[in-house]
T-cell receptor, first 112, second 114 residues
Framework: ETGVTQTPRHLVMGMTNKKSLKCEQHLGHNAMYWYKQSAKKPLELMFV???????ENNSVPSRFSPECPNSSHLFLHLHTLQPEDSALYLC???????????FGSGTRLTVV | KQEVTQIPAALSVPEGENLVLNCSFTDSAIYNLQWFRQDPGKGLTSLLLIQSSQREQTSGRLNASLDKSSGRSTLYIAASQPGDSATYLCAVNPASGGSYIPTFGRGTSLIVHP
């Protein structure tokens, strides 16, 4: 356990479903990140929150909607996804990078 | 814009060999550099973090060095084992001043066979 917990670990959803991914950290970090990792592709940064404010939105489609209610929790709300959105979604946190980044174990998402 | 390159992209070695994985970056104004390990379908596990003022860090059979002026870091793995098989990524964190978004390399995929 790294200190960053992601749930669920696996998710299968239809294209018309609505679901949410959850990330929780109790490391006292003040920045949280969502990354997407598709098969045989590098990490893609999706969203960054610092002090609960979104500071980076890396041209992500609106069918992905992040939410950061406090410094310990980060959500990724999903709706009307496409099969190409199937990937490993990783959450990370940091103290603004000063001491590196801590990643969760990821959510394996399959869109059918 | 920072660019991070990892060489080689893939490596297959017999057990027991000493290995060197390379990470180069184009902008030397970095805050720190971090090496990660990723097993298939899993998250990233932090291996070593080197602050910009440091030259190297060691953990067990792993040693990471940093030469900021030349834009290079190496990860040395001594006496490799099959359990070391994974993808190794380096991430460069830009110098402080409000930016805290790391730049990742594409990784080196390592296979250590018995």
């Amino acid at each position: 356990e790294t200190g960053v917990t992601q749930t669920p670990r696996h998710l299968v959803m239809g294209m018309t479903n609505k679901k949410s991914l959850k990330c929780e950290q109790h490391l006292g970090h003040n920045a949280m990140y969502w990354y997407k990792q598709s098969a045989k592709k590098p990490l893609e940064l999706m969203f960054v929150y610092s002090l609960e404010e979104r500071v980076e939105n890396n041209s992500v489609p609106s069918r992905f909607s992040p939410e950061c209610p406090n410094s310990s929790h980060l959500f990724l709300h999903l709706h009307t996804l496409q099969p190409e959105d199937s990937a490993l979604y990783l959450c990370a946190s940091s103290q603004q990078g000063a001491y590196g980044y801590t990643f969760g174990s990821g959510t394996r998402l399959t869109v059918v | 814009k920072q660019e991070v390159t990892q060489i080689p992209a893939a490596l297959s070695v017999p057990e027991g060999e000493n290995l060197v994985l390379n990470c180069s970056f184009t902008d030397s104004a970095i805050y720190n550099l971090q090496w990660f390990r990723q097993d298939p379908g899993k998250g990233l596990t932090s291996l070593l973090l080197i602050q910009s003022s440091q030259r190297e860090q060691t953990s067990g059979r792993l040693n990471a060095s940093l030469d900021k002026s030349s834009g290079r870091s190496t990860l040395y793995i001594a006496a490799s084992q099959p359990g070391d098989s994974a993808t190794y990524l380096c991430a460069v964190n830009p110098a402080s001043g409000g930016s805290y978004i790391p730049t990742f390399g594409r990784g080196t995929s390592l296979i250590v066979h018995p």
